[in-house]
């Protein structure tokens, strides 16, 4: 989670920064309606937002939420167990009781 993370905090300084000159954290709280500290702490990448926040951040930063998380790494795919996908019938099968 932490290159997510930090990945998802560098997107975020890098759009407040170029949204205009001198659009500091304590304006995007402003805008936002978050505390400056968290401001801070999601660009230090000290907290994991809520989707919520993500789509508030978007909007004040005049951007899709998808461009906050663009390049991002993809967490891999899990594939579930055969006792997740098939509960008791995996079990049966190799003669284990339920």
Known sequence: MGQLLEGFARNVRRLREQKEPGFSQERLSD????????????????????????????????????????????PVERKPSPQARYGGAARRSRGEKS
């Open 31 to 74: 805008a936002t309606r978050l505390h400056r500290t968290e401001i801070g702490r999601i660009e230090q990448a000290s907290i994991e937002p809520r989707l919520t926040t993500l789509v508030i951040l978007a909007d004040a930063l005049g951007v899709k939420l998808d461009e906050l998380v663009s390049g991002l790494p993809v």
